[in-house]
């Protein structure tokens, strides 16, 4: 197999994620959801960029899901993340997620979901600023690396055979 180059799993994994982007937007308008849309997100709790509540960070310490339904506020979309105002025992908190940090987004309402790779440490730092002193080359997957069995997207179905 030949190396790629361009690194296609990453883009394809930006353009799911700005699919993500583009709904939160469409959340964030005055008249919030439309219809009977709602999202159920989860993401990494720890991640880089995510700022939440410490008693969630520590009761939740891998992922945790946030549902955006009928109560929140102040939803702000930004490139890399957003930030939103959810009640957690009654009392209103702002939470930053950014989007490489989200691990799952469903619409139960059209039954839409996506499931993201989550990238290697080094990826994951680099994305958020810190290259921890190494270069910010692309990461090559090693030659021998088996193929992921929990793909997005499988192009092969779409293939003439």
Known sequence: MADDLIGYDHLMQDALRSVVRAALQEAANPRGLPGKHHFYITFRTH???VII???LSARYPDEMTIVLE???WDLEVFSDRFRVILKFSGHPQPITIPL??????FDPSVKFGLQFEQP????ARMASGDS???PSA???PPQDAP???NSVVNLDAFRKK
């Not at 490489?100 to 987004?105: K, L, P, V």
């Open 47 to 49: 991640a880089p960029g």
């Open 138 to 140: 692309p990461r090559e």
């Open 53 to 55: 509540p410490d008693q």
């Open 147 to 149: 193929a992921s069995d």
């Open 132 to 134: 921890g002193g190494l």
């Open 70 to 72: 009928h109560q929140f």
């Open 100 to 105: 490489a940090a989200i691990t799952r987004f």
């Open 120 to 123: 290697h440490v080094d990826e």
